[in-house]
């Protein structure tokens, strides 16, 4: 149930940010906002789709589990020519 109400609470502030949106354009357009103020809330809404965008992505099964990372020093790549081994992968 707690997973929907986040649905459910971003499509409300999509919606809002995108009245929001709608109400300075209308201002601008008579005269009586910048161009600024027009911008800042376009942001506004571009952060909120952005935050649901990636809400969505990482929603899948497994996307909750933890995962590890090992990193190994040292060089570890061959160059694609002459198979030396090298950080930059380029022949010298």
């Given at each position: 149930?707690?997973?929907?109400k986040?649905?459910?609470?971003?499509?409300?502030?999509?919606?809002?940010?995108?009245g929001?949106?709608?109400?300075?354009?209308?201002?601008?357009?008579m005269?009586?906002?910048?161009?600024?103020?027009?911008?800042?809330?376009?942001?506004?809404?571009?952060?909120?789709?952005?935050?649901?965008?990636?809400?969505k992505?990482?929603?899948?099964?497994?996307?909750?589990?933890?995962?590890?990372?090992?990193?190994?020093?040292?060089?570890?790549?061959?160059?694609?020519t002459c198979?030396?081994?090298?950080?930059?992968?380029?022949?010298?």
């Amino acid at each position: 149930m707690r997973g929907l109400k986040f649905w459910t609470d971003g499509f409300d502030k999509l919606a809002s940010a995108q009245g929001d949106l709608e109400t300075i354009w209308e201002f601008y357009e008579m005269g009586e906002a910048t161009e600024a103020e027009v911008d800042a809330e376009g942001e506004k809404l571009e952060a909120n789709l952005e935050a649901l965008e990636f809400r969505k992505m990482m929603s899948d099964e497994g996307d909750n589990m933890s995962a590890v990372l090992e990193i190994n020093a040292g060089c570890c790549c061959a160059c694609t020519t002459c198979g030396q081994k090298r950080m930059d992968l380029k022949c010298v």
